[in-house]
Nanobody, 120 residues
């Protein structure tokens, strides 16, 4: 059983910073890619940033230059450093992990979400 647990959301003023953390735990689990998605009220879930085990990264245009994703492969953990936050960054942020438990096919796993609210 693989669990994905996020932490670090909260309320911050515009221009401030937050750091989100996400850990994927499970016996013999190894991730291929982990990332962050977000969903604002009335909108579809969208990719924010993703990092592959190799270290390659992908960012949404709206967050480039402000957000930085990093990972600790040994701990199956990913971080999202968010600087220069804007009110339009307000959303529920979901962690996503794509990987496999040894001897099985890869699957997609999601966290429960953490609220990020940016006040103007």
């Amino acid at each position: 059983q693989v669990q994905v647990v996020e932490s670090g959301g909260g309320l911050v003023q515009a221009g401030g910073s937050l750091r989100l953390s996400c850990a994927a735990s499970g016996s013999m689990f190894r991730f291929n890619a982990m990332g962050w998605y977000r969903q604002a009220p009335g909108k579809q879930r969208e990719l924010v940033a993703e990092i592959r085990r190799s270290g390659s990264t992908n960012y949404a245009e709206a967050v480039k230059g402000r957000f930085t994703i990093s990972s600790d492969n040994a701990k199956n953990t990913v971080y999202l450093q968010m600087n220069g936050l804007k009110p339009q960054d307000t959303a529920v942020y979901y962690c996503h992990a794509e990987g496999a438990v040894a001897g099985t096919w890869p699957h997609n796993y999601w966290g429960q979400g953490t609220q990020v609210t940016v006040s103007s």
